[in-house]
């Protein structure tokens, strides 16, 4: 079977910086995206890591460990914008195109 | 705005009736792909299709069927309704070969009653 697992909710401060774990246990893996999603909207791309390692973009970073089928989601100098969900996802296939398979999801509640 | 457009926004209808969802893709993606999100639950992938073509299935019910056509817009088609499959449908284009990202539509929410 195919699971990732993501703590169902976390609650920080402004100003604080929180990190959303996702390990994962699929057939295949090609790489871990994050996505964000605001009350029920379209989810948005928030970053993709193939390699091991941290990749940054501004205040977002996201890490992979492929030998730990784990990575992470660091959210630094929080917004109060940056309440949503949070979902990591397995690209599971490395054909065009391939596939992703989304956790349940982290709701992130960013309390002034 | 991310390009993909679905249609309709939303929709109610009884049990046993039938539906179908409208995606078009953004402007040069081969890629569709349908997810179904429930209430408070992550996205669930139904089916994929790359230019034209049914590229991989995910748990989507033999009530459900899909198909990309000849200009690259795909169909959700939903039939004998039942009460849980109200959800958000989400479709989702991605240009080939940039992994790991997709361009999500605004969703469909579909509410049976």
């Known amino acids: 079977g195919q699971s990732l697992e993501q703590p169902s909710e976390v609650t920080a401060v402004e100003g604080a910086i929180v990190q959303i774990n996702c390990t994962y246990q699929?057939?295949?893996?090609?790489?871990l995206s994050w996505y964000q999603q605001h009350d029920g909207g379209a989810p948005t791309f928030l970053s993709y890591?193939?390699?091991?390692g941290l990749e940054e973009t501004g205040r977002f970073s996201s890490f992979l460990s492929r030998s730990d089928s784990y990575g992470y989601l660091l959210l630094q100098e929080l917004q109060m914008k940056d309440s949503a969900s949070y979902f990591c996802?397995?690209?599971?296939?490395?054909?065009?195109?391939?596939?992703?398979?989304f956790g349940q999801g982290t709701e992130l509640s960013v309390k002034p | 705005d991310s390009g993909v457009t679905q249609t309709p926004k939303h929709l109610i209808t009884a049990t046993g009736q039938r539906v179908t969802l409208r995606c078009s893709p953004r402007?040069?993606?081969?890629?569709v792909y349908w997810y179904q999100q429930s209430l408070d639950q992550g996205l669930q992938f139904l089916i994929q299709?790359?230019?034209?073509?049914?590229?991989a299935k995910g748990n989507i019910l033999e009530r459900f069927s899909a198909q990309q056509f000849p200009d690259l817009h795909s169909e959700l088609n939903l039939s004998s309704l039942e009460l849980g499959d109200s959800a958000l449908y989400f479709c989702?284009?991605?240009?080939?070969?940039?992994?790991?990202?997709?361009?999500f539509g605004e969703g469909s929410r579909l509410t049976v009653l």
């Open positions: 989702a284009s991605s240009v080939s070969g940039v992994p790991g990202e997709l361009f």
């Open positions: 890591n193939a390699l091991d």
């Open positions: 996802a397995v690209r599971d296939q490395g054909n065009q195109g391939g596939k992703l398979i």
């Open positions: 402007s040069g993606d081969l890629s």
């Open positions: 299709y790359y230019n034209g073509e049914e590229r």
């Open positions: 699929t057939s295949g893996f090609y790489g």
